[in-house]
Structures are given as structure tokens and as C-alpha cells.
């Protein structure tokens, strides 16, 4: 083996064929808390509004006018931590973009390779040049293999954001993994020293929320146009921002007992949290939305169709521009948000992800209304306006600041009240149970661990049960639930009356004697993808003990949780022929040996496996690991405990992971499941009467790292499963056979690495030192984070404090930062105390016991 991959320290230089002076300097935290500075060797002042911010250059965030004292204070802590996320997010952003943008890169890569068999080797042309602009080097690859005559290829990386590094390293790997290590990976076009550029691709239209500008494009396309030769050709040829707009889902009834949820997923509720930043990247909240408009043109990004000399289109890109459109509604409903997304003509594609932006003020509207859509865009990021057409000042949805406290509890509770086979399965398993119940002794009592915006004890009040009792630890969210029910006509009593909310931690509810055998039946939903993880184990067997009626039966819901696992092979699969090993450490982990990745961390790495069908492979059947009858679990078995799981191989070739997931039956006629397709009365796995999945985006598959391994058709592999009743832990058995089988089982994946994958040993020694490199820089980023949001819970923010901090998040683009940093930010200086962030203000509320705190 070591003659494949050398020894386990790889040498200093750790160079793949290239120069150093071509390498960048691993980035870390010392660099990012400096100020960066313009090309002009100054530090630049941020724009005061979007037409003055063209998002060019690196600034400083002491260059915004901050008037708030609590924000003044934390505001060289919040610029580094934004810096640090922005820097060292960016392989997680390029993994995303080649997931999501699929289509569009392989319809890229065809484009390209065709412009380069077109352009080079024309007769009496100077040396061909390409720069490929974003991205992962997919573009770069494509162009440089298509070249047959002299040439040279440049990667870009969008020097107009804050640090590349990381994305410049992860470009280089992966063109040094197409086997070509002559392809350039910089921060800018080099000057007209060195030759004129015959063809631009443009690989890096963002799917990060951003609407295909958030990773600097046009900057670039600008700073590229004065390179361009006359005969130049712009790869897409045409890009733009299309835009409709739409209705969220009404809550004003949910599945499993019509109740009124406005306060958690309202239109209102969303619009004073998210109008300045892109909290939704999955669009959750706008799951079974109504489209109000047929999609329409918004701003044209690039134009060289009709004839145009690139050169000419490009150099006269405009730093800002604002175009109104006048459009029709199709339908009747509250117009809430704008949808928009990229589309490019040559190729012809469309962002396969969606921006959102939520209006500030929603606008009732009916059929054949006509509406104004204003939008405006910076070179970083765009914002939009909607008004009646005969209303002249509009209705604000992107500039201003809302009025009112965001509400980071609500979002992160919205997707679980969207999912109706939860809402609905439980509505039904609760009256059964209230039913039963009294059946039993007379009367029903529930109680309920971990409340959250108290939907499941407003369905066992309705369900008919005598009294319900729930508790929750995250004031935020008490806070939510209380306005919830009143808003339902079902206010909280006070303590020991027949329905309450306790404002304390589950631990803190078992020492109260008076709550002791009070009850006897027992809810909660706290299966987090793991099943495990929410400690629904534990809790149930201290709430056996503690809180259930003595001497009899109760109803216990979910009663049984049962976990399935399988191992899988998880890939970033190849793009248009161009490899992807690489970017696999930053998603899951790679089927190379000894290297670090995501599925390796601490805590269980989860995958919506199917959302990402095409990158992973059923490597076993599907074999039952635990089943727990949390019905009669008791303190005796909440212990660590060790299991052997045997696994049977049903096709020949790698193993790098194991998938886990878990049934919940409620009762006997509802079990809640989060098995993904493939295996869906597949692969020897048969699901319940009564199953219904849940909503992915409640629920993903649990995924950890093993091997990686080769095993053939039919082979045994043992497993061992490790867990303390929370935090399932995976590794492979001992190889019986000793140094034979372990060479058995990797010999074949090294080979099938080099001849499939085009694996080098310099290559892995230089991918690991990288991979390793930005895990210390995403821990020493992590610790920074923890001391953040130990100063912000010093802070008491006032509305006005949390105006300014929007405007800043909303602003980060002009700052050289990429905008879904405000995603990390936001929640962990005001979100929830769940999440890490500050207590909410105190509030006075009727009928919750216990301290705010």
C-alpha cells in the first residue's frame, strides 16, 4: 500500500506539478481578521445603498455607520466570524453548485468543448486562450482536453469576494485529477501581457440563493471584457433573472385539526424574519406555494446573441440597474414573495434551485390584476419591489428594515408544520389514544416532552383528553407556543391546570413530586434523522419511571422505533467526463483511503439520499439493527451497548459508507418512516401497513463514513454499532484473515481509483494535506462562533439594535462576503437558545410557568 500512497506524512512542498508561486496560501484565521483592502492599497468605504455598492473590492466592516451600542461592541467579533464562514464555506457552496446545477454544467461542458474545436488552430490565430470563470475547474477541464493545438486555459476564481483560497486549491485538485496540471487557477484575468482571451465560460452562477450573482459573475465578466480578443465568444452566450410571484401555503389550517399556525409559518410572521436575507436555501417555507404570475423576464445579466462584439457587451455591464415590469396576476391570493432564478441562452438552461424574497409588506391581489415589479440589482445581489400599478410609492419588499422582532423559532419550526403525514398521523394517533385511555381508567392525561409551538397538545386537547401538560426549555419558542394557542381560542392555564405549558427542560420536570404519576399517556416527536439523537430513549424510560400512572398500562406514542441500515457507495459522480473525487471530502467522504471528509466528523452527517439519487449506489440489503418498545423501555436499558450487524454485498465495488434509517410506529394504524426510495419494499426491506414518509425537508437519512473498501458480489461484511442510546456510532469489524483479506479488500479499489477515477499517489498527498488544512480552519472557525454568541448573550438588543444588524447581513455582498453567511450569523445572535443565540427580551406572558431563562 505504501507503494500506491507513500508514507502517512505527506512532504512540505506537497506540490502536484505546478509552481509555487501559482499556489495560494492556505487561508486561516490569523489573515481573515484583517481588513483587506482595495487594488488601490486603501481601505474602501461600504456603500450607503445598493446603487453605491457595486459588491467590487474587499471592505471593512468598521466603514458602516453603526449607531447601535450593543452592535458597535460586537462588531470586529461579528466581521471575523463572517469572514471566516464566508472563506471557509466555499467548498461546501461548490459542492452544492455541482449537485444542483447538474444539468446546466454537462450542457456547459458540450458548449465549451464545441467553442474550443471552433476558435483554436484557426488559421493565423495567436496562441488560444480560455478563461473559465467560477466554479470547480468543470468548465477548465472541458476546455483544456478539447484543445488539440497550442493554447493555455485559466481558472478564475471570483477574486471580487473576500478569499478564494479554498475554492482556488479545490479547482486545482480537480483539474490535477483530470490529469492536467497546466491549468492556471487565479484570482484575476491576467493582464494583455500575456495574450488576448478567445473564449469565457462562465462556470459560477451561484445556487446559493442568490439568483446566479452571489459568487461575483459579473464583476468578473466586467474585469475579464478588456482582455478579450475581437472574435471572441462568452460561453453562456446570454444570461438573465427571470422572476414570478407567489402565495405561500395558507396556515390559517393545517392537516390533523384545522388549527390556526399563522403566527409559526403566516405570510406576516415570515415577512418581519426574512425580506433582507436568505435564511430558506432548501424553500421550504414556500413548499405547495401558489403562483400568482406566469414567470417573467426581471434583468438582463449578459447579452452577445444578437451580433454584439463581447468585448462591447461585457465592458458596458452596469454596476447597478433597475427595470420595472408590469405584470398580470392569474390568480387570487396574498403575493408574499418573489421567486427568481437564472436562465442562460447558449446553452439554453435554467437554475435548477430558486432564490425567495420575502415582501415586507405582503399585498392582497386578485385574478387579471395588474401589478409593478420593480427590480434592481447590484453586481452582487438583487432586490425587488411590488406595488399596484396605480399605487406610485409601491410597496417596499427589500429596502427599509421591518418593524418588527425576527423570529428565527419560527422558521426553524415552519418546515415541521408543513408536513401533513406528521401533522395528520399524529392528530389521529393522539384521539386514539385519549380514547384508549379513559377506556383503561376513566380519563385521559397527557403529557407531552418537548412541546415546541404546541401543535401536538392542542390535538390532545381536541382529541378529548382531560388534561394535557407539555414542556419546553427554549423560551423563544414558548414565547411562539403561547401566542399560538390563544390565537386557537385555547390559552395555557396555569400550573396544574388541565392544559399548560411548563417553561422548563424535561430534567427540571421530573423533580416536581406533584407531576409524579399524573399521567398516563405519554407523546413526544423527538426523532431527529439518526432516531436517536433528540434522546427519545433515556427521556422515555425517566418519564416511565417518574411521570406515568403506576399500576397501569398507558398509551405511549410513538410506541416502537425500529432503525434500518445499509451500506452505500457515495460519490460526487462525474460531470460531462470530468472527474469529481475531489469536492466528495466536502459533501461525504471520498472512496479514497485515509482521507478525511464531512461523514467522518463528529455527530452523524445526513443526506436527502432522495434528492441525490445519482450520486450514491445500494452497495448491501437492507438489514433491521434496533427496535425499541419504548412502550415498556426502562432505566436498566439506557446504557452503551455494542451490536454486530451483518451485511450482505449485492453487487461488486466500493463501500464508503453506511445509510441509516428508522420507523416510528405511533400505533397500530400509523407508522411515520423516513426510508428513502430506493429502498421502499426493496433490497429485503418491507414497510408497514399504514407507512408514511415524512417530509424531506423535516427528515433526511442518517449517513457516517466507513472504509472505504472493495467487496465483491456476495460477500459478508460485519459492522459494529456502538451507542449509548443517543449517538449511534459505526466502524467495520476486525478483518478475519489478517493482512490477506485487508489487502483483498483494498488492492481492487486502489486499481479501480487510478483506472477509473485517475487517482495519483501525489495527488491524494496533496488532496489530504488540503482536505486537513481546512478542517483546522473550520474548527478554529467553530470556537470563534462559541465566543460570539458568549458576547452576544451579554447584549440586550432593542428592535432598533436588530434593524441595524439586518441592514448590515443584508448588505454582505458589498462587503466581499457571500450572502448565506447571514444564514450562520443571524440565528446565533437573536435566534433561539436552543441554537446557541442570546435570550429574547423578557416578555411578559400569561398562563407559562417558570423563569424566561
Not at 199 to 206: R, S
Not at 732 to 738: F, I, Q, Y
Not at 743 to 759: A, F, M, N, T, Y
Amino acid at each position: 500500500l505504501r507503494s500506491h500512497f507513500g508514507s502517512s506524512s505527506p512532504p512540505e512542498h506537497a506540490g502536484i506539478g505546478v509552481s509555487a508561486s501559482l499556489r495560494p496560501a492556505l487561508p486561516g484565521r490569523e489573515r481573515a481578521s484583517v481588513a483587506h483592502r482595495s487594488k488601490g492599497g486603501g481601505t474602501e468605504g461600504g456603500p450607503r445603498s445598493m446603487e453605491e455598492g457595486s459588491g467590487a473590492g474587499n471592505r471593512a466592516f468598521q466603514s458602516f455607520d453603526v449607531q447601535s451600542e450593543s452592535l458597535a461592541r460586537l462588531l470586529p467579533a461579528i466581521e471575523r466570524h463572517c469572514r471566516e464562514l464566508s472563506e471557509n464555506l466555499a467548498p461546501r457552496r461548490a459542492v452544492r453548485h455541482v449537485l444542483e446545477q447538474r444539468a446546466y454544467l454537462e450542457a456547459l461542458v458540450r458548449e465549451v468543448e464545441e467553442a474550443v474545436t471552433r476558435l483554436a488552430g484557426r488559421p493565423g490565430q495567436p496562441l488560444f486562450r480560455a478563461a473559465c470563470l467560477g466554479g470547480v475547474g468543470v468548465a477548465a477541464v472541458a476546455a483544456r482536453r478539447s484543445l488539440t493545438s497550442p493554447g493555455t486555459v485559466v481558472a478564475v476564481q471570483m477574486g471580487c469576494m473576500q478569499d478564494t483560497s479554498w475554492q482556488r486549491w479545490l479547482t486545482r485538485m480537480v483539474a490535477a485529477a483530470n490529469g492536467f496540471t497546466d491549468i492556471d487557477v487565479l484570482s484575476e484575468v491576467p493582464g494583455d501581457t500575456a495574450g488576448a482571451v478567445n473564449l469565457v465560460a462562465v462556470e459560477g452562477l451561484d445556487s446559493c440563493g442568490g439568483g446566479g450573482l452571489a459568487d461575483g459573475a459579473l464583476q468578473l465578466l466586467k474585469d475579464t471584457a478588456a482582455h478579450l480578443s475581437s472574435e471572441a465568444q462568452v460561453v453562456p452566450r446570454a444570461a438573465r433573472l427571470r422572476a414570478s410571484l407567489c402565495a405561500p401555503r395558507a396556515f390559517k389550517s393545517i392537516a390533523g385539526g384545522g388549527f390556526d399556525m399563522s403566527a409559526v409559518c403566516g405570510a406576516e410572521t415570515l415577512a418581519a424574519t426574512v425580506p433582507h436575507i436568505l435564511l430558506d436555501e432548501e424553500n421550504a417555507l414556500l413548499e405547495r406555494r401558489e403562483m400568482l404570475t406566469e414567470a417573467f423576464d426581471a434583468l438582463d445579466l449578459w447579452d452577445t446573441l444578437d451580433g454584439v462584439e463581447a468585448r462591447t457587451a461585457l465592458a458596458g455591464i452596469p454596476n447597478t440597474d433597475t427595470v420595472a415590469v408590469d405584470v398580470t396576476c392569474i390568480a387570487s391570493g396574498l403575493c408574499s414573495a418573489v421567486l427568481y432564478w437564472w436562465e442562460t441562452a447558449g446553452p439554453d438552461c435554467c437554475s435548477r434551485s430558486r432564490s425567495v424574497q420575502w415582501l415586507e409588506q405582503p399585498l392582497q391581489v386578485q385574478a387579471g390584476q395588474r401589478l409593478r415589479v420593480t427590480a434592481t440589482r447590484s453586481l452582487v445581489r438583487a432586490a425587488f419591489t411590488v406595488a399596484h400599478c396605480d399605487d406610485s410609492q409601491g410597496v417596499v419588499a427589500a429596502t427599509g428594515v421591518p418593524a418588527h422582532w425576527p423570529n428565527f423559532a419560527a422558521l426553524r419550526h415552519s418546515p415541521m408544520l408543513r408536513d401533513d403525514a406528521r401533522n395528520e398521523g399524529y392528530s389521529g394517533a393522539l384521539e386514539r389514544a385519549a380514547q384508549c385511555a379513559r377506556q383503561r381508567c376513566g380519563k385521559a392525561a397527557v403529557f407531552e416532552i418537548g412541546s415546541g409551538t404546541g401543535v401536538l397538545l392542542m390535538m390532545g386537547r381536541r382529541g378529548g383528553a382531560d388534561r394535557v401538560t407539555g414542556c419546553e426549555v427554549d423560551p423563544y419558542v414558548c414565547n411562539l407556543a403561547t401566542q399560538v394557542v390563544e390565537d386557537n381560542e385555547m390559552p395555557f392555564g396555569n400550573r396544574g391546570s388541565s392544559f399548560e405549558l411548563i417553561r422548563e427542560s424535561f430534567p427540571a420536570v421530573l423533580q416536581d413530586e406533584e407531576l409524579h404519576g399524573q399521567f398516563n399517556v405519554l407523546v413526544a416527536e423527538l426523532m431527529d434523522d439518526s432516531g436517536l439523537g433528540e434522546q427519545i430513549w433515556p427521556f422515555y424510560a425517566l418519564a416511565r419511571q417518574r411521570l406515568l400512572t403506576p399500576g397501569i398500562e398507558p398509551v405511549v406514542l410513538p410506541r416502537r422505533l425500529t432503525l434500518y441500515a445499509a451500506l452505500v457507495a457515495v460519490e460526487v459522480t462525474p460531470i460531462g467526463g470530468v472527474g469529481l473525487w475531489p469536492v466528495d471530502p466536502f459533501w461525504f467522504c471520498s472512496a479514497v483511503p485515509n482521507m478525511d471528509g464531512m461523514g467522518r466528523r463528529p455527530g452523524n452527517v445526513s443526506l436527502d439520499l432522495d434528492l441525490h439519487e445519482d450520486h450514491w449506489e445500494v452497495a448491501t440489503d437492507v438489514v433491521e439493527v434496533l427496535s425499541v418498545d419504548l412502550s415498556k423501555v426502562g432505566l436498566e436499558s439506557v446504557r452503551e451497548q455494542e451490536l454486530e450487524v451483518v451485511f450482505q454485498s449485492v453487487r461488486e465495488g466500493f463501500v464508503n459508507g453506511v445509510v441509516w434509517f428508522w420507523h416510528a410506529e405511533l400505533d397500530e394504524e400509523f407508522t411515520l418512516v423516513t426510508t428513502p426510495r430506493r429502498f421502499w419494499n426493496k433490497c429485503g426491506h418491507t414497510l408497514p401497513p399504514g407507512a408514511q414518509r415524512g417530509s424531506g425537508h423535516c427528515w433526511k437519512q442518517a449517513t457516517q463514513a466507513l472504509g472505504p473498501i472493495w467487496v465483491s458480489r456476495g460477500e459478508t461484511v460485519v459492522a459494529r454499532l456502538r451507542h449509548n442510546t443517543i449517538c449511534p456510532v459505526w466502524a467495520l469489524a476486525e478483518v478475519n484473515g489478517g493482512l490477506m483479506m485487508q489487502q483483498k479488500r483494498l488492492v481492487p479499489l486502489i486499481e479501480w481509483l487510478g483506472s477509473s477515477r485517475g487517482v495519483k499517489p501525489d495527488l491524494v498527498l496533496e488532496m489530504a494535506k488540503f482536505v486537513g488544512a481546512w478542517f483546522q480552519a473550520v474548527r478554529l472557525q467553530d470556537d470563534a462562533r462559541d465566543a460570539l454568541a458568549a458576547m452576544a448573550q451579554q447584549e440586550r438588543w432593542e428592535e432598533a439594535d436588530v434593524a441595524e444588524v439586518l441592514t448590515l447581513m443584508r448588505r454582505l455582498g458589498d462587503f466581499s462576503l457571500h450572502p448565506s453567511v447571514a444564514n450562520h450569523v443571524l440565528p446565533l445572535l437573536f435566534g433561539s437558545v436552543t441554537a446557541g443565540a442570546a435570550p429574547p427580551p423578557p416578555i411578559a406572558v400569561a398562563g407559562c410557568v417558570g423563569e424566561s431563562q
